[in-house]
């Protein structure tokens, strides 16, 4: 029988309403459209927004995590530590700056790093350790910083930034979590740099797009900035906005650097989206809440986005089918997107891709991560949902689960 009723459910379309149009359409009518003004300002809201001194906005969640690490100095000889549960861009950086990618199975029943194996990948030449806040979710920072103290005697600083923490460095990915919070701190207080993704189909977004702060008190807060800005802009000593000063043409390039700096086209995006963003915060937990009071009944797990003293940013809905195989979790997706519902899978843990094979990782080193992996799917979640199309999303899955498990 053909379905008359079928919906068409995107996975995670961006929310924009006219106010960023409109906001685009200034920055495009006032002659400046590459980092500028808007940008700046953003900056400012956003160190404002986590209750940092500074924030910088680049052109993605990768740009600033590379930027930080070749800033901290990080390059061949080095190591650092991640989740084998993450997204390639959490440890393709490590690789770009000639560090020695470390990688740790998760908990057991856990999308989070297990931090009792933290302390023993921790080595002499381990500089930073990458937690990743994944679906919107801090990680246990207390115990993170635990581990990191109890073997401060094995860090060995490379340069003079690296002996400001005399200690192996926190630089969490926090690509999912913008906005969230743990024990009263924002995402962005907890770790020493926080990494922010503003993608397409984040919460928050400016298109593409990203941003980095930082949080250590003996930190030259506008030392470290303009290093940002020097890493982001070739290594010119000024920007094109200081430039268009009267008379202000000459620079100098202190360092053959990289181009990765957003423009004022995307920070307009961005500046309306953050006017927003606290009821864009809120709808998301209303279709949370919807879907654990149906689908939690069923027998599936669920990531807890919420509880006493934390508030996920609701990045993902993450759910994971008891007694089901591979092969048939793919099945479901399929018939998922064929009652025009977009599911997907969060993530392919590093291990299973060829390019982390290729560099020696083996998915059997790593069997929670695996476990957590082969019955994972992620259900839509994003503002523009109504609460019928999460009954709809519901209700098929409900009968998509049962088919695909009556036919074994």
């Not at 060995?156 to 913008?178: C, G, L, S, W």
């Not at 506008?222 to 000593?237: A, I, K, P, R, V």
């Not at 990765?260 to 915060?281: F, H, K, P, W």
Request: proline residues 3%; hydrophobic residues 40%; negative net charge.
């Amino acid at each position: 029988m053909v379905e008359t009723n079928l919906r068409n459910i995107s996975f995670s379309p961006p929310d924009i309403k006219s106010g960023e149009i409109e906001e685009v359409i200034k920055a495009m009518k006032s002659g400046w459209i590459t980092t500028g003004p808007k940008t700046k300002e953003l900056e400012k809201r956003i160190a404002h927004f986590v209750d940092v001194n500074k924030a910088v906005c680049l052109n993605s969640a990768t740009a600033s995590m590379e930027l930080t690490l070749r800033i901290l100095g990080v390059g061949p000889g080095d190591e650092v530590i991640t989740s084998a549960y993450t997204y390639t861009a959490t440890a393709s950086v490590i690789e770009h700056v000639g560090a020695k990618i470390v990688l740790v199975d998760t908990a057991p029943d856990s999308f989070e790093m297990d931090y009792s194996k933290l302390s023993d990948a921790i080595t002499e030449k381990t500089k930073v350790i990458v937690p990743v806040d994944i679906a919107g979710k801090m990680c246990d920072y207390d115990t993170i910083y635990e581990v990191v103290n109890k073997r401060k005697n094995l860090f060995k600083p490379n340069n003079e930034f690296q002996k400001v923490f005399n200690r192996v460095i926190v630089m969490t990915d926090a690509a999912h979590a913008f906005g969230s919070e743990r024990k009263g701190i924002m995402c962005g207080q907890a770790a020493d740099f926080t990494c922010f993704s503003f993608h397409a189909v984040k919460n928050f977004t400016t298109a593409e797009g990203g941003a980095v702060v930082w949080n250590n008190n003996n930190i030259d807060d506008e030392w470290l900035y303009n290093q940002f800005m020097l890493y982001s802009l070739h290594g010119q000593s000024k920007d094109a906005l200081a430039k268009t000063q009267k008379g202000a043409w000459e620079y100098d390039i202190i360092y053959p650097a990289y181009k990765c700096n957003m423009t004022d086209i995307m920070a307009s995006i961005g500046l309306v989206q953050l006017d927003r963003y606290e009821s864009l915060l809120e709808r998301r937990k209303e279709i949370i809440m919807m879907y654990d009071t149906t689908l939690k009944p069923l027998g599936l797990q669920s990531l807890v986005h919420y509880g006493y003293d934390f508030a996920s940013s609701g990045h993902l809905y993450m759910i994971r089918i008891p007694e089901i195989n591979e092969s048939q979790r793919n099945r479901i997706i399929i018939k998922m997107a064929e009652s025009g519902i977009a599911c997907n899978v969060h993530y392919k843990p590093l291990p299973l891709l060829t390019a982390y094979k290729l560099l020696g990782f083996n998915i059997k080193d790593f069997p929670n991560a695996h476990s957590q992996y082969i019955n994972e799917i992620t259900l839509p979640l994003h503002t523009l949902l109504s609460d019928e199309d999460v009954r709809y999303i519901v209700e098929n899955l409900k009968r998509v689960i049962n088919e695909v498990k009556s036919v074994n």
